[in-house]
């Protein structure tokens, strides 16, 4: 029988909101280490990681949005750290025909040591939290993306050293990126700057969570005074699976695209994110996304690290 999970209280990696400012650390680091292991043992297709602290442990990773660095990740994170992944499609599965969130958790519990759920719904991933015996992992949501985040805070550490008084620009809609990130400038001691229109901004009551724990979060509606002297520079697509007002949104985000000119209002040394996959010529211009600033592939490659720590961390390793 499998101890753990009779185990309780384990540890669910649902939104940083929910996590300490030492936890969020915890996780960072981990992934500094575990990606200069990878490195120095050979990082290839086939690492795996030399104490295969996962041997005993299986991962369901369930899909309701389609995914290709969320799913590639976490199948290698499992499978370099010694463990065994199970892909499950939200319409292949009975989630499909009816079956509610909570029974699925019931019965995967008792197949699987961690559920991975990339869901359509924020209120899915925390009833399927809710019901687990088991830890769960938001892969994302319509509110968050917790696990891009730290992929995103990791990479800013490797090129600029310590995030802690840098400012951070996020220029576009106010998505569940930008959530992720409003709580990431708290735990980490980072000031945000936000510039979204005023049709597409993060919720109230996130921007209310972050002033009420002394975060250094600010809100405004031009995308210049955001960059101005920027250590780093984000934005994310502004159509979003689902959305079917994708004329509509372009026109009212397009001041808010990412190019030269933005670029240039951020500091010299400046990086410029984006979580991928980009809509060219929307949110960013090529010449920014494939120009000097651009740290995109380091930042997609670093899921793969984020990930594997977060999948000890639930596990207490």
């Known amino acids: 029988m499998n101890d753990f999970k009779l185990k309780k209280p384990f540890r669910h990696f649902l939104d940083l909101a929910a996590l300490k400012p ?30 295969r602290p996962l041997a005993d442990k299986s991962l369901a990773m369930v899909f309701e949005k389609p995914s290709t660095r969320t ?21 292949d599965m009975q989630l499909g025909r009816g079956e ?26 925390l ?4 019901n687990a015996k088991v830890p769960v992992i938001n892969a994302l949501t319509d509110f968050s993306h917790p696990c891009q985040v730290m992929a995103d805070v990791l990479t800013f550490e490797e090129h600029r050293g310590p995030i802690k008084g840098k400012k951070i620009a996020w ?26 229109p005023k049709e597409f901004c993060p919720p109230t009551q996130v921007l209310e969570w972050a002033k009420n724990n002394g975060g250094k979060v600010t809100l405004t509606h031009d995308p210049d005074q955001a960059a101005l ?68 592939w380091d930042e997609a490659e670093n899921r793969l690290h984020i990930q594997k720590s977060i999948l000890l961390w639930c596990f207490g390793k």
């Open 100 to 125: 509610t969130v909570s029974d699925t958790a019931q019965v995967l519990s008792g197949f699987v040591d961690a559920v991975m759920l990339r869901a359509d719904s924020h209120e899915s991933l």
């Open 229 to 296: 002297g920027a250590d780093c520079i984000i934005t994310d697509t502004w159509i979003s699976m689902g959305d079917t007002d994708a004329d509509e949104r372009i026109a009212i985000l397009a001041p808010y695209q990412v190019n030269k000119k933005l670029m240039r209002g951020a500091k010299d040394d400046s990086l410029f994110m984006h979580c991928l996959p980009a809509h060219r010529g929307e949110e960013v211009t090529d010449e920014v996304i494939d120009g000097p600033h651009s740290v995109i």
């Open 71 to 91: 799913r590639v990740s976490f199948e290698m994170s499992i499978h370099q750290l010694g463990g065994t992944a199970i892909v499950l499609q939200g319409n």
């Open 127 to 130: 009833e399927m939290s809710e």
């Open 22 to 51: 030492d936890e969020a650390r915890e996780i960072i680091d981990k992934a500094k280490i575990l990606k200069t292991t990878a490195t120095e043992k050979g990082h290839g297709k086939g690492f795996i990681h030399p104490d």
């Open 171 to 196: 220029s576009g809609d106010g998505n569940n990126v930008a959530v992720s990130w409003i709580h990431a400038a708290v735990l980490f001691d980072c000031e945000l700057v936000l510039a979204c």
